[in-house]
């Protein structure tokens, strides 16, 4: 038997009028089998509350049951004028079933929408503590949570096991996202539709992980998430969740998200714009960023950075070394203090751009994978520099172990960022990238190879640390393989043209009389 809810006090109900007057409200049940629970759980929804909701409708999931039925007749009894009730063509899934259902908000024009499950598991009589947190016009997405009492999740019949598990899940996925949820896994949601918007839910899984899913895209847009504390019952409604598979998938979707944040491959149904640059400087000790900055640059060198992006690298170099530093990008900032900024694209003709000027060492990083014709931007960055000049240039490395594996097992993806970042032109191993300079007429004088950037995209827990510690062993060990990025430093030869022009000038030395 359920133990009776105690009446919220009144406080919260005149908000969530006040909230209810202002916006479009929906309540969105989803059910599958749900034919003995389904009255009990319509018949709770707060009878105040009822008519006040744009659309109360229901989204069965092909039930092979009497749901709708029984749901038809439930909403007859309650005269409930904004009761519709659909049904899937087939089973969707748990997360299928919610596409469909947010899909239907967004095209209505709902402002919010709320999750009930048909089961009776989460208690429809909060309903008005939902709604009443979107009275501050910041809130995005509100949450129920079982976990910030974990002893009244047990009193209401939660498996202990549950508990445990729901905890320990809740902490590895807070720690891989650097989020601070207090359950990850509860199904009593709402979401503004504002939001809803700005991500591709519908890449989602269809399986019961897609609400992992969704909170991973809520907060790669920075969407304020919060959550509200709430009882639950565990009665003889049927559970179909296996559950290591729900953990592996959960945790699986976490680390594909940050994965795919840090380049390593990618995820489409995390692929979303946000407006913000993906190639930063790399504050990590064994990052390709940091090994730079640790470089013996000299006073007053003359040093170009191309690909420069913010202007960050050059900014540290300069304040650091006292380099007449040279930054030039197609987004580069104007005003850089104590630097040289040129606003150019690089796939033009740099060598005219500088006239005779030329410099001592110029920096590449991550730059020449971009360019529509290398060769050609190679050989003119070689004409820029003075004789010995030396050169930085690193790129992704398409050897990596990673991308291999994924090949085996046909997978070759682009995305926003990475070695596949879709605005690659070119994609290089160690030993291709060392040829196309090379044949430009540079010599290798070294070859650095750098492993993911894990501590950037993860934070610097013990346990990445680790990680990030053994990769960097690997991609020094072995670049070829275990590099997901590398540098090459190399020396400016006398080109072909140069020796030609050389020799020939010596040829009045040798004229006999």
């Not at 979401?191 to 591709?200: G, Q």
């Not at 009882?231 to 953990?247: F, M, R």
């Not at 044949?439 to 650095?448: A, G, H, S, T, V």
Request: aromatic share 10%; proline share 4%.
């Amino acid at each position: 038997m359920e133990t009776p809810l105690k009446k919220k006090p009144s406080p919260v109900i005149n908000i969530s009028k006040q909230v209810f007057k202002n916006k479009k409200i929906a309540l969105f049940i989803i059910t599958y089998n749900a034919e003995k629970h389904i009255t009990k759980t319509m018949d709770r929804i707060p009878i105040w509350c009822r008519p006040l909701f744009e659309e109360i409708y229901l989204i069965d999931d092909s039930s092979n049951d009497k749901t709708i039925a029984v749901a038809l007749e439930t909403a007859r009894k309650n005269d409930l004028k904004n009761f519709f009730l659909m049904k899937t063509p087939k089973n969707q899934g748990y997360g299928g079933n919610q596409k469909i259902g947010y899909s239907y908000a967004i095209e209505k024009g709902f402002d919010i929408v709320i999750l009930l499950h048909g089961d009776g598991q989460y208690p429809p009589e909060y309903i008005p503590n939902i709604v009443a947190q979107y009275n501050n016009p910041l809130i995005d997405a509100v949450f129920g949570s079982r976990m910030t009492k974990p002893i009244n999740a047990l009193r209401g019949g939660m498996p202990i096991y549950k508990i445990i598990g729901n905890k320990i899940l809740t902490k590895l996925e807070n720690s891989i996202l650097n989020t601070s949820l207090s359950e990850f896994h509860n199904g009593y949601r709402s979401y503004k539709t504002s939001a809803l918007k700005k991500i591709p839910f519908s890449l989602n899984s269809n399986d019961f992980h897609f609400d992992t899913d969704i909170i991973i895209q809520l907060t790669i847009i920075k969407s304020k998430i919060i959550e509200i504390s709430m009882p639950t019952h565990y009665g003889d409604e049927k559970c179909h969740v296996n559950g290591l598979k729900y953990a592996w998938n959960c945790i699986k979707s976490t680390i594909k998200a940050r994965f795919h944040q840090a380049g390593i491959f990618f995820q489409p149904n995390f692929e979303i714009n946000t407006n913000t640059r993906n190639y930063k400087l790399k504050k990590a000790p064994t990052s390709l960023h940091q090994y730079i900055l640790n470089q013996p640059w000299k006073k007053d060198e003359q040093i170009l950075d191309l690909g420069a992006n913010d202007g960050s690298l050059s900014q540290k170099i300069n304040l650091t070394y006292k380099s007449k530093m040279t930054a030039m990008d197609i987004n580069v900032p104007k005003n850089i203090k104590q630097i040289d900024t040129i606003i150019f694209d690089i796939n033009k003709n740099i060598k005219e751009l500088f006239g005779k000027k030329l410099f001592d060492k110029i920096i590449a990083l991550d730059i020449i994978e971009h360019l529509h014709n290398p060769e050609k931007s190679v050989s003119e960055i070689n004409h820029l520099l003075k004789n010995k000049g030396t050169l930085y240039a690193s790129t992704a490395n398409i050897g990596y172990i990673i991308m291999r594996i994924t090949l085996l097992l046909g997978w070759f993806n682009y995305g926003k960022s990475g070695i596949l970042d879709k605005t690659h032109h070119r994609l290089f191993t160690i030993n291709s990238f060392r040829r196309l300079l090379q044949n430009n007429d540079f010599r290798i004088l070294k070859i650095e190879g750098f492993g993911p950037p894990l501590l950037d995209a993860f934070g610097d827990n013990i346990f990445i640390k680790t990680i990030d510690k053994i990769c960097w062993f690997l991609a020094k060990t072995y670049p070829k393989l275990f590099a997901f990025n590398f540098l090459i430093i190399a020396e400016k030869n006398i080109s072909l043209n140069e020796k030609i022009e050389r020799t020939i000038a010596t040829k009045s030395t040798f004229h006999q009389e």
